[in-house]
């Protein structure tokens, strides 16, 4: 049997090694099973996954969960300021009854998990260090997902909305002086080139985005036990992987920008609760009013210690 | 063909059917027209907005992307019409004319076909994005369905048009290719 | 089956469909299904739409309609006569200065629109009559236009820089301005071989006769005002910090309507719907074309082909100027068939990863492939300009258009190799201005 997984990293990227070492765990447990990866978005655009995968025209797909909070709102707390604090937080919120609830939802949609996994990121500014509220007021941002555009707006921050490759040519002409996304996109699209200051994801973080391995529901039982067996063992496996590297990230990114002369800035403990007064007045408030369950999800989630 | 300002349209003689078509082709043209402006101006809007406002632009990217999609495939029927979609006539040009007239028609039927494939999914797609109530992972959140409606209407006028262009040929209003 | 040999018959197929006559977006969808059908099930065909769209759900695809709005706004004005006009009356004691002030006029107009057959209507329309009515050869009137008209793309704005942007993920700022210098070059270029033609000709008194006074000369020159305004206006929104290039666009297109409605006079509503029909018309087309060709590519890669080509290409050992060299024949015999956009978006996903392996500079590669484009314009079977040119001139056979184009494609084989040996051409001017590529 072959199964088509699609996502959107280069083959460097942590996320695709995850689903290499699922593909490569699945072929040496010989059940008859073949895991053939599409990256670098060869066959879908990074929004354009859930879809097909929903309808069961693609089998397999890493992508950050929020990519599809149009169609189930409720994945928006997987992107919500303030929710997860840190990676080992993050490795319990995905072992919750929060999590079990959100599985309720994809398997709504005939999907399911096989790898959880959270990846952290900051912010960059052009002029300034951004580590608290009144850092953004003013500043023309672009953030990482709608609850942080809520957030930032509630900060008096302007926002543009614009595509993450064209986030250095933005800042490096002015259009832009605040930035918000992923450790990995900071790397990968040289932002530290035209910068002046990072805050990295710490001991704290404001941004944690769930990136997991999904799988259509029905394409998974279809296949044989063995084949199944060997599916789960291989993506407990990742799984593990996962945490122990996406610790490793924001360190990594850290030292790229402190390397290319860029200063770094630290978020305290007082910094970040003011982020997530805010973000309850905002972007909480704004989901609990979108998504029917909303409340509910949202205290399953912030009851996991 | 795609010259610049010479436009061509397909003849439709007196037939009622071909000049009703033509007639509907050319309003979807005078759509995708209007939605090119709006979104020119939209642009223009959003950069006052950031630029001298220093305020938040948090819709317009979306609203212009849509535009532009619904441009695109709402236009296609009104292109067909003035024969805007290139294609490379060499081996229709070199055949007698009656091999032509026969490629003509194979050529028509094809690209009925592959249209009318485009349409029944595009509309299925349509469906399913209003039934599932999906919206764009956006703070704006447009309601999905009403830029995918230019799926099944881009590509349903298309096919009244290469119908109309096909019936014309066979009455003999129009040459095959459109060649002398 | 061995997606190579695979990938031998969609060609092979992809051929025998777009030369019956069939439109090329068209013939890349009912491709796409065939093979989809044969090796992906029925059930793939469900995607079509859905991935049609996706390719169309980009900001950066509002700039083509923009840079052919520019364009053809000002081509419907009385503008691009003044632009040749105020040209030739500087030029007019240089031997052959017909042609080398329309072909400046061609230059400085590309600089405005992001197309090339708007580039080629605008100066044409005036241009062509003039040059046959002073004495020039009917091949040297229309190939000259048809050549000068392909800058285009060369010279900022460009749709097809865009298209490939896109499909590669480079920057649009960045590739605008790898094709400054080219561009000069290339006008550079036809312009030397003009001098020298008309020189070689023995016509050169003949042709290089007539006289203005400098009052007339410099009573012409605020009528190339507004094209300096666009061409600074639009330059200051994108190198200034005030808008994205795709953005740019946008401030371009309404300047070129409100400069056509307000200095030349374009009131009349059948007038300015001209603009947006012919606008309209070239835009849907192109994008109707990036749609499909998304598919295409989306068929491609679904059989594994676009992935395998690459992996073989790295296997082969051979000099990458060889595997350069090979490249660019290929991309020729491409676009003597296929419009630009179609060859980018066809070609760019599968060699690109082939290029940079190879040491390449990818904004290099995407001006050598805007001239390999260009040339393409003006080649049959489908070459844009040579249908722009016979609209504008039906009675100058196609054979004396090609003959007269013909030294200019020479040009541009030679503009080519020099940006091999010169590689900095390109990527001098992005390097200064922007920083060290991304
Ligand atoms: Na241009
Ligand atoms: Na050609």
């Known amino acids: 049997t072959e199964l088509r997984l699609s996502h959107q990293w280069s083959n460097k990227d942590i996320r695709h090694q995850v689903a290499q070492i699922v593909a490569d765990e699945v072929a040496a447990a010989d059940v008859d099973l073949d895991i053939k990866i599409f990256g670098s978005k060869s066959l879908f655009k990074p929004r354009e996954q859930y879809k097909p995968l929903s309808r069961g025209q693609l089998d397999m797909t890493v992508l950050p969960l929020s990519y599809a909070g149009g ?28 999590m079990e609830a959100l599985e309720a939802k994809m398997a709504e949609d005939d999907v399911m998990v096989l790898v959880h996994g959270y990846l952290a990121g900051g912010f960059v500014g052009k002029d300034k ?10 500043l023309q941002t672009r953030a990482a997902g709608k609850s942080f555009e809520q957030m930032l707006a509630g900060a008096g921050a302007s926002i543009a909305s614009m595509a993450s490759s064209e986030i250095y040519n933005a800042i490096q002409t002015g259009v832009l002086q605040a930035a918000n996304t992923s450790s990995s996109s900071f790397v990968s699209y040289r932002i530290y080139e035209q910068v002046s200051c990072y805050t990295p994801a710490g001991d704290v973080a404001l941004w944690f985005m769930y990136q997991p391995l999904l799988m259509n529901k029905s394409a998974f039982e279809g296949l044989n036990e063995a084949q199944q067996t060997a599916l789960l063992e291989a993506s407990a496996k990742a799984e593990a992987y996962y945490l122990e590297e996406a610790k490793k990230q924001d360190a990594a990114s850290a030292k790229v920008f402190a390397e290319a002369g860029v200063e770094l800035a630290e978020m305290s403990a007082e910094d970040f609760e003011a982020w997530r007064t805010l973000a309850m007045d905002t972007s909480y408030k704004a989901f609990v009013e979108e998504v029917k369950d909303g409340q509910e999800l949202l205290d399953l989630a912030l009851a996991v210690e | 063909m795609a010259g610049h300002s010479s436009a061509v349209a397909s003849h439709t003689g007196n037939n009622p059917f071909l000049r009703a078509v033509a007639a509907i082709s050319t309003l979807a043209g005078w759509c995708s027209a209007g939605m090119i402006v709006a979104a020119v101006a939209i642009t223009c809007q959003m950069i006052v907005v950031r630029f001298v406002l220093n305020g938040s632009t948090v819709w317009q990217t979306e609203a212009v992307i849509y535009l532009v999609i619904a441009a695109t495939l709402v236009g296609l029927p009104y292109v067909q019409r003035l024969r805007g979609h290139v294609n490379v006539d060499l081996i229709p040009l070199s055949l007698p004319a009656k091999p032509r007239f026969f490629m003509a028609i194979l050529t028509s039927v094809l690209s009925i076909a592959i249209v009318a494939v485009m349409l029944f999914y595009g509309y299925e797609y349509w469906h399913f994005a209003w039934d599932r109530g999906w919206r764009s992972d956006t703070v704006w959140g ?39 | 089956m ?17 030369f019956s006559g069939v439109s090329v977006a068209i013939g890349l969808l009912i491709v796409s299904a065939g093979f989809l059908i044969i090796f992906d099930g029925p059930r793939s065909l469900e995607l079509m739409p859905e991935i049609l769209f996706g390719k169309l759900d980009n900001f950066a ?12 706004s000002i081509a419907s004005t009385r503008a691009g006569a003044d632009l040749y006009e105020a040209l030739e009356r500087w030029l007019t004691r240089v031997p052959g200065g017909l042609v080398v002030s329309n072909l400046g006029a061609c230059a400085l107009f590309a ?10 209507a605008a100066i044409g329309k005036m241009g062509i009559p003039e040059m046959r009515k002073r004495g020039y050869p009917d091949g040297v009137a229309a190939g ?26 480079t920057s649009i700022g ?7 210098i080219p561009g000069l070059l290339l006008v550079g270029l036809f312009m030397a071989w003009s001098l020298y033609s008309t020189w070689k000709s023995g016509d050169a008194a003949r042709l290089g006769s007539g006289s203005y006074t400098w009052a007339e000369r410099f009573e012409i020159l605020p009528r190339v005002l507004p094209f300096l305004a666009i061409i600074l206006g639009v330059l200051y929104a994108m190198y200034g910090g005030i808008a994205t290039p795709s953005e740019t666009a946008a401030v371009g297109a309404l300047m070129c309507l409100l400069i056509a409605m307000i200095i030349y006079k374009l009131w009349h509503p059948s007038a300015i719907w001209n603009v947006l029909r012919d606008s309209t018309k070239e835009s849907v087309m192109i994008l109707f074309i990036i749609a499909a060709a998304g598919v295409f590519s989306y068929m491609l890669s679904s059989l594994f082909i676009t992935q395998s080509i690459a992996e073989w290409i790295g296997t082969l050992d051979v000099n990458r100027w060889v595997l350069m060299g090979a490249i660019n024949v290929f991309l020729l015999i491409a676009g003597f068939f296929l419009p630009p956009v179609a060859v980018i978006l066809m070609a760019a996903p599968i060699l690109l990863p082939i290029i940079t392996t190879a040491g390449f500079d990818p904004i290099w590669f995407a001006v050598v492939l805007t001239i390999n484009m260009e040339i393409g314009l003006i080649s049959p079977p489908v070459g844009l300009n040579l249908y722009v040119i016979n609209g504008i001139a039906p009675d100058i056979s196609l054979k004396t258009i090609l003959t007269g184009s013909l030294p200019f494609v020479a040009c541009m084989v030679l503009a080519i190799i020099l940006l091999c040996l010169f590689p900095g051409l390109a990527t001098w001017l992005p390097n200064v201005i922007m920083g060290v590529a991304v």
């Open chain 3, 2 to 18: 061995d997606p190579l040999v695979l990938g031998g018959i969609v060609a092979i197929a992809t051929i025998l469909v777009l």
């Open chain 3, 111 to 120: 600089a405005m629109s992001g197309s090339s057959p708007a580039t080629c």
């Open chain 1, 71 to 98: 169609q189930q709102p409720a994945y928006n707390l997987t992107l919500m300021p303030g929710l997860v604090k840190n990676h080992d937080h993050a490795a319990r919120l995905s072992n919750s009854p929060f």
């Open chain 2, 142 to 180: 447009v309601r999905l369905w009403i830029p995918y409606l230019a799926l099944p209407i881009g590509f349903g006028l298309l096919l009244l048009q290469l119908i109309a262009d096909l019936v014309a040929v066979l009455i003999g209003v129009d040459k095959p290719f459109g060649l002398e």
């Open chain 3, 174 to 180: 960045r590739l605008f301005l790898a094709g400054v």
């Open chain 1, 129 to 138: 260090c951004i580590t608290k509220p009144e850092d953004v007021k003013g």
């Open chain 3, 144 to 169: 000259s236009i048809a050549a000068g008209g392909t800058l285009g793309i060369l010279i900022p704005p460009s749709v097809t820089m865009i298209v490939y942007g896109i499909a590669t993920e």
């Open chain 3, 61 to 72: 695809l509002l700039s083509i309609p923009m840079f052919i709005i520019m364009g053809a």
